[in-house]
């Protein structure tokens, strides 16, 4: 073990400048800070979420439920195989911390690392002994439409989940009321059921996030000729990149889940796979919708570039129109007005009048004109 | 079985405000409602389209068939195997009707709630004992050129097949004017070559929608020139719409089909595989008919880009012909407008009649010059 | 078998609206006439193209050749072995004699259904004891720029041939020339080579249709300046709907001759897979040069676009330099066309003329301006 | 053998008028003469490039080495095993002659009429007995930017290889200077090892070509501001179509190499493999810089269709900067023109200089909005 | 050995004129040199970006740790197996040199020619012996945006890691301080870490380049508005080239991970795939992010026509809004311009008053019309 690989870093929660969709959020934000280091090097990457690293630990079995909040991890011991065990780590930034644990459960070094690069892209690594699984969760905050993702790690041992999440979301509350149920298949099934039941949690969630870009898509679409022409260019590369964001977090995840399927290992029992298969389906519903989304969002720029040049159409229109109309009409009293002191029409009786009839045939015949031409 | 697992929702028939073609409508309606719950959490989601939920039983066999409306699913015995049996279960939103004949069939809950979810994507799913298969019917109402789509499910079990459908759809008729003829296929084949009849149905139907769509792209382009701006790049967009919808409840499908015929599902005679190979040539065919539309839509896009386009080079030339021939003319009857003490011209005898010619020779020049530049 | 499958429709041959390039077209004409009927239900779909169905029969080996036109199909026997045989179907609407055909070779009905359908897309069918291959042959009509397709479907068997085509046409001219010559491979090889040949001058004829489109478009990009732009525009689309017609009738039979190739079938010697070989590589050929060509098409669109957008500017800058120069002299003419009794300027001797040398010196200023801009 | 196979075309040198680069370049031009010809008719499609078709002997090994120019085929005996021999054929449209060839070699009719058929995409052919390569060189004459191209064939058989080629190419002219080298690995190591050094220098032909392209891009882009519009869009086309042509040429190699590496030929020596590795991996690098410059071709349209839209801009500004300003300018002076008899203004004293001050007023203020709005 | 195909080039470092991002540096710079050269001809291509050709040599194990710079190759001796070796070969001019080492350690020239063509793509070679990878680092000098790259190349042989590099970049500093860590895992695990170690650097660097990029999208993004239009441009096509750049560089390098993973080479530590996996995960990160910034780039460009075509609809709207409500006024002053000696208005008390009360009104019914249009 190399000690100087332990950087700890980013200690303080540090006010952050939200980062709004940008680039930098698409890709992967602060990982050029460890370049140059040794690999499995553990540096937190990504903003610190919340004041200090907190465990929780749930024990559980047909019988019995518990949940002890704020444990200390130097305590905590896991030999008793009676309980399932599920230790919650809230918080990545202490990594002295993550460290302990990743030596207590023999956790390599590489993916600890994982855990700790809050820009790690979702990923399924199965080993003897364990699977581990990344993820993203997706939410959006309240009332806000800027999506916000957190990220999720498992890692499955026997008897033990241990899940690695940056702040207190409150996404896993419903497992919670299902715990209380004895009869709950997740009291009955074991920890790789958890595993499985927390995916499918996460998963899940994703169809808000997916369904309100629907509705952005849609509100877009029925506002258009209303809004101001800037805020819709910005609007359709928004719904672009909150696509892209979507996409990247959710597409890796069905390359996950099936080689999971495929792994057969023997921390998930057989039986579960059903369960799997479903979480699949799921995501490569999500991923059809966001790709249909994507191709109507592109339809919306077009049917928006068309209606910018139709509206200079329009304008253009108007200019031509009355320009057609008086530009020659101004000319022909322009005529009558120049001082010639021989100019036999200023002295007709009628002229005046006659001019008057001239200019207004040219009015008709240019208005039938415009009107042949569909212009009125 | 967690029964606080059954969500009993949209039990009433409501008025549900149609939906136009939308981008929710191309992702899963009302799949969100359901996060945070377990799996295999039975809850309809979809409109409800009927009033209650309704069995009939077909019983058939070579010799014999018998068609029973409306009967008591609890009464119901599947021992009997002499004849092939069909259960038709028409409503969905009963959910604790869907979990009885889950239970007395044998049916996985997360099987349910595939039937129940009628945003699933067509999918097949084998396993020992039953063959299950989701798809979507689409059609067209009356005079409507909106595309709707009912979710059939149907599970094919030992000489049963159980179909669900959300609503009591006339798509079956052909099959019973086959039924009563005791040399037809369906009635000497048993239930595999039914489970295919209603797939083959069901395939031959989504045809007219998609002839349906060639005539509108056909119309649009023929009528192009004649209709305004606004309204084309709406049915652009509709088409657009349209085609991805139809394409995402038709291509699952090629998978779904072939899966089956790799599976060598004991349930299904080998020599029927014939069947199925040829609704597979079927959806590969309108996959390939709806990928060639997406590319005609886009070339009438194309067209009416270059039509706008087009016409405001039109409105620009005429402004451009009269400005450009009556604004130097302006000016030269300004000049001798001015009001100067000494201005020899305006003494000339011909001076009035010169400017006439000068200003008739312009004229002539300019449109000798915009017909050499084919603007006119 | 079902007697009231046999849908008997299309028996006159009616004057057909010739449809033109259309969505259409290109969708699967009629197809959606069958929905509804039972799997294999023999319904012809498509125009009526002749009179009465013809059977020819050829029969040859290596001594000798005898066509026999217009045969009795109920008098036609294939036990006798000693010569080759091949059956044309000339016109395929008389579905109860294409009902005897199959029943007398043992087709199966969905089989026949496909050689009926001349919407159906090229496809290969190997079985033992037959070989099916259904294809188009595409043409163009004298003087016409339409391309034509006809359907032709081939069943291989034991020393017989059975091809099946819509409509007499001369396509298989060249091979009686060949098969008048004793030594021609043709009266050597045998059906799988009759079948081989047959295949070859099909996809051969594919090479006129797809040089006309290169020369349709080489013509496109030539005569791009001279044409109006609404033909332009619809040029490119028609190119873009021929290419996809043709990509429609040749991709598919790059797969089914590649199944043929891969299935090692007794009825196909396994020395003329070379040539089978040949014609894959032709199809892969004319796969690339179609790819090519839509390129093109697509590049062709964008030089008009950017020519529109060039002129366009054109009209512009003549407008804008008319405008430019004339506006601002229109305006001093103007000042000096004023009433007002003091104009100092209007009793001075040089007044007129000095106004002139302001003008003509504003004249020249913008003049210069223009050309250093390049407007001029 | 069907003698009448044989068609003699093209026997004498035409004045082609060199076909400019064109769709039907991009096709296969002339293909289509074969149509209805039987398959393996001899036939030469292309250019005639030289007078007499010409047989170059050289015999060589690593202590001998022989070139015999304009040897008579039909003397040449190749039963000699102690030396290698390489028999190069320039000029194909002899047909007889190349059919001699092909009897004496043993080679099939279908191999000879990919020699033939010039518009032959690159494509690789193994059989016991020989490995037959049909490639493009791509050279530029000298001065011209237009790609032209000649087809290689290549016959690898036990120490012999032939070659043929269309014209008297001077692109050898590197291997005879090797060849007089004693110690070179081309007279030690065998026909294959020629096979491979020929195909390797046709290969490192390409780069010239490729890079040629990449400096007529980089030409377009940094001269794009001073070039007439036409001429960019022309170029633009011009450079996407030779970007076709030489993937055209280049993309099948890849396939071709690759499948001789996976045949493990007899006649190839396992250990030149690496040799062949090595052309697959500048074919490779050669197909990623054509999609590379594909990108960058695209990427200059977008800088070009900007840059038009942007002058367009410039121009309105300019009109309506003028016209802005001096319209109502002429406006107010036109009032004062009226010869009403009443109107008080024109008979104050400062009334001529007040609509001045007006005027100017006037000017400035719209001055100031326009530099507001960054017009000037 | 052919000693004539060694050539000597470029030995002097030249004054090279900085080549701009362009396709020729997207393409293979002087690769086409090399034409007509046998193959594995040993000649430099790229810049000589040093004077001499340097030699450092690192030997080290668990107990020590030495680093002799500038060693003299000749006197290098291999076969001590009790260190491990690291030979660093800084600058790639000297092919003498280069051809030297190949002969010592049994290179094939073919690899010798991919080590001086720095315009190789990432590639990897497993042989019986060794492993040669060859990839690109990325950096950017010190305040310049401009991406360079220099090719780095590794043969790693049993206890020997030679590194080939074409100048004295800093990029290893970091491996030196973790040499001087004796508890290092560079210390103690090998060469084939070392090899692991130098590429995960190298790929970590990659991170920076990639993250530049994004914030250069981002500040374009930004301040879209306020740039000129032909800079945006520019930029878009820049970050389009950036990105071609990075992405030709990395593409392949996950291949080539991915098949030594595959390889399961002996030199290669089985428990060291594990390190080899991560750097592919980093690898496909990057992939991913690449491909990302490549959609918003085309979407920043999307904004910026949309935004061009804005500003040219404000311009003609002003424009328009002026001449639709001067040019009439214009033509009433001019009525009462004329000179015709009967003219009643003229003579009317309110006649002046009149003529103003009517072009107030219209230009308050025409302020209106343009409320309504919302151009004002």
Redesign the interface.
């Known amino acids: ?4 690989d332990l950087v700890v870093a980013d200690m303080k929660p540090t006010k952050v400048k939200k980062t709004k969709r ?3 959020r ?3 934000e602060g ?2 800070r ?6 499995g090097s553990l540096i937190h990457i990504g903003q610190v979420k919340m004041q200090k690293v907190r465990f929780d630990l749930i024990e559980y079995n047909a019988e019995s439920f518990a949940e002890k909040k704020n444990v200390d991890f130097e305590e905590l011991v896991f030999d008793d195989k009676s309980t399932f065990k599920w230790l919650r780590v809230i918080g990545l930034h202490d990594i002295a911390l993550i460290e302990k644990i990743g030596k207590k459960l023999g956790l ?1 070094n ?1 993916l600890l ?1 994982d855990i700790l690069n809050t ?3 979702p ?1 399924l690594d199965t080993e003897p002994g364990f699977v581990f699984l990344t993820l993203k969760t997706l939410y959006q905050e309240n009332g806000s439409s800027e999506i916000s993702s957190d990220q999720i790690s498992m890692v499955l041992q026997d008897r033990l989940l241990i899940s690695f999440q940056e702040s207190d979301l409150a996404i896993f ?2 497992l919670f009321e ?1 715990f209380n ?1 004895p ?4 009291r009955l099934f074991g920890t790789d059921y958890l595993f ?2 927390i995916t ?2 996460i998963v ?2 994703y ?2 996030v ?2 309100n ?3 952005s ?2 509100h877009l ?1 029925d506002n258009l000729p209303d809004m101001p ?2 805020q819709v ?2 609007l ?2 928004q719904n ?2 909150d696509l ?1 964001f979507v996409k ?1 977090s959710i597409f890796p995840l069905r390359e996950a889940v099936m080689s999971l399927l495929k792994s057969d290992h023997p921390l998930v029992d057989p039986n579960h796979n ?2 799997f298969g ?1 979480v699949q ?1 799921h995501v ?2 999500m991923v ?2 966001i790709e ?2 994507r ?2 969002n592109s ?22 129109i ?3 109309i ?6 022909i ?11 036999p ?3 007709w ?1 009628y ?2 009048a006659g ?1 008057w009839i001239v200019m207004i045939t040219i009015v008709v015949i240019m208005l039938l004109m415009f009107r042949k ?1 569909k ?1 009125l």
């Not at 008086?326 to 000319?331: S, Y």
């Open positions: 073990m190399e000690r100087n940008s680039a930098t698409l890709g992967k990982s050029s460890k370049s140059g280091m040794p690999p390599h590489l690392e820009g790690q892209r990923k509350d419903p299902r149920n009869m709950s298949r997740l499985y039941a499918d949690l899940d969630e169809f808000k997916i369904e870009l629907g509705e898509i849609d679409e022409d800037k260019s910005e359709i590369q672009r990149k892209l990247k059903r369960y479903d389906d490569m519903q059809e919708i249909t989304y191709e109507l339809g919306i720029r077009d049917i928006f570039l068309s209606a910018q040049s139709y509206r200079m159409n329009q304008v253009m229109k108007v200019l031509t009355i320009g057609t008086f530009i020659p009409l101004t000319f009293v322009g005529v009558y007005g120049m001082n010639f002191e021989i100019m029409e200023l002295k009786t002229g005046y001019v031409r212009w």
